[in-house]
């Protein structure tokens, strides 16, 4: 599928979006900062990418997803949790950069931060019923199947 971007950030222009490997599902994102950024420990800041893109197809949207080592290791995750990019919205792409950790974080600039996801989406066509048709979980949830 094909996605509109712009370069907001000339730093951007050799250094486009791409997939890492052909089986790659993410695109790292990169922290385009003028000078290192350090978080203090609960700490977030929007961070731009220096992106910015048009999915405008409406069956698609983008998910920002934390990189596992990051995220794991220093404890560098997003302040929002998941990012999720509407395929109208045309603004600058931001990550919500959260030290979740215990200690002081830093980025540098240029840095890759979290990762984009592009993903289908299907949209709901509500069908206001007082019954619903029977299932097998019915009203089962939170631990009714136990845990063995
Ligand atoms: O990590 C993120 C999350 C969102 N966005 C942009 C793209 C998205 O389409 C828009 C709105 O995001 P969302 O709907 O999650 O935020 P909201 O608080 O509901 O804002 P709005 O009222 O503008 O929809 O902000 C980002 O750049 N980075
Ligand atoms: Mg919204």
Redesign the pocket.
Known sequence: MQVELKVLDPRMQDQLPAYGTPGSAGIDLRACLNEALTLQPGQAELVPTGLSMYIGDPNYCAT?LPRSGLGHKKGLV?G?L?????S??Q??????AWNRSQTPVTIEPMERIAQLVVLPVAHADFKVVSDFTPSERGEGGFGSTGTR
């Open positions: 920002i997003l929002n998941i990012g999720l990019i509407d109208d919205y603004g600058p792409l931001m990550v919500s």
